[in-house]
């Protein structure tokens, strides 16, 4: 399974971002999918997931300014950013993961994309 993130860089504070991830070499449909983010010097947090019947699970810090959404069809997963701010800079890594239900710890996924970075300016 391949996971390519695309749709970071650089932005101001409150602006919109949305990141993609494609996700090719299996059925898309049967993983729970996630976003997760490590800041500089950091470690890599959960951000927010979706499981297969679209239930979506979002962090305290971005709950209601990010939507994590899939197309099934598209075989994609998407991070709507919006209202962002400095802290949410950091790489952003899709996961993978073959199971029902959405985890936060990293471990219980098994693929994952190479990252890509978000900068958010003051």
């Known amino acids: 399974v391949q996971l390519v993130e695309s749709g970071g860089g650089l932005v101001q504070t409150g602006d919109s971002l949305r990141l993609s991830c494609s996700v090719s070499?299996?059925?898309?449909?049967?993983?729970?999918m996630a976003w997760f983010r490590q800041p500089p010097g950091k470690e890599r947090e959960f951000v927010a997931g979706i499981d297969r019947t679209g239930n979506t699970y979002h962090s305290p810090p971005v709950k209601g300014r990010f939507i994590i959404s899939r197309d099934n069809a598209k075989n994609t997963v998407y991070l709507q950013m919006n209202t962002v701010k400095p802290e949410d800079s950091a790489v952003y890594y899709c996961?993978?993961?073959?199971?029902?239900?959405?985890?936060?710890?990293?471990?219980?996924?098994?693929?994952w994309g190479q990252g890509i970075q978000v900068t958010v300016s003051s």
């Open positions: 070499g299996d059925t898309f449909s049967t993983y729970v």
């Open positions: 996961a993978a993961r073959l199971s029902r239900q959405v985890a936060m710890t990293e471990a219980l996924y098994m693929y």
